[in-house]
Structures are given as C-alpha cells and as structure tokens.
C-alpha cells in the first residue's frame, strides 16, 4: 500500500512556474512506476508525465513535453512535476499515482495508487 499527498498548487499567471510535489508513504515508492495525471472541468482525466522504477525512462504527453519536467527525490520519498510556461489550458487538478507495472502506461486505470489532487489554475 501506498499513500500520496500532493501540495503546491495554485494560482499563476500565464508564462508563469509552478512546482508540484507528492510525498509517498507506506510501501518504498522507489520500485513504483510514478506518474502525473490532470483534470479540467467536464474532461476526462488525462497523462501529463510519469518516471519509471529505475528513473532511467520519462514520458510526456505532448501538450506539455519542453514545458514540464518530472523528477523524484528517494531521500525525501517525493515526486515532483516542474511547470514552467503556463498556459491557461494547463489549468485543471494534478494528481501523482503510482503502479507497480514494470513498462511505463498512460492509462490512468493501470495506476493503483493516487493522491487527492492539489488545483493549478492558470490565469491568461
């Protein structure tokens, strides 16, 4: 079992930076798959970023690939998702899952483990 707590959401104006993190408890996150999904009012929950076990592979969607940046921190059990260049359709709930596949998905139902979400809203 794995618990996940995300902060550092917010308010930002477009071209602006926002952090995300997502702190992990329970079961060693360093063997999980961990990745970043969002969701915007009235849209399907959708992949933004995820890191593999080994942090040797990332994947981004490619409305935010150049733009946004994954990372883990093993000392501090936290995932991170660096946001630069804001767009105002970047607004929506980020949430950090993790799963224990060996391959990196996009598929939201193969994550087994989510946080509760942390809101970015981007101001145009």
């Known amino acids: 079992q794995v618990q996940l707590v995300e902060s550092g959401g917010g308010l930002v104006q477009a071209g602006g930076s926002l952090r995300l993190s997502c702190v992990a408890s329970?079961?060693?996150?360093?063997?999980?798959?961990m990745g970043w999904f969002r969701q915007a009012p009235g849209k399907e929950r959708e992949f933004v970023a995820a890191?593999?076990?080994?942090?040797?592979?990332?994947y981004y969607a490619d409305s935010v690939k150049g733009r946004f940046t994954i990372s883990r921190d093993y000392a501090k059990n936290t995932l991170y998702l660096q946001m630069n260049s804001l767009k105002p359709e970047d607004t929506a709930i980020y949430y950090c899952?993790?799963?224990?596949?060996?391959?990196?998905?996009?598929?939201?139902?193969?994550?087994?483990?989510w946080g509760q979400g942390t809101q970015v809203t981007v101001s145009s």
């Open positions: 899952a993790a799963t224990p596949r060996v391959v990196i998905t996009t598929t939201p139902k193969e994550y087994d483990y």
């Open positions: 329970g079961r060693t996150f360093s063997r999980y798959i």
């Open positions: 890191l593999s076990w080994n942090d040797i592979s990332t």
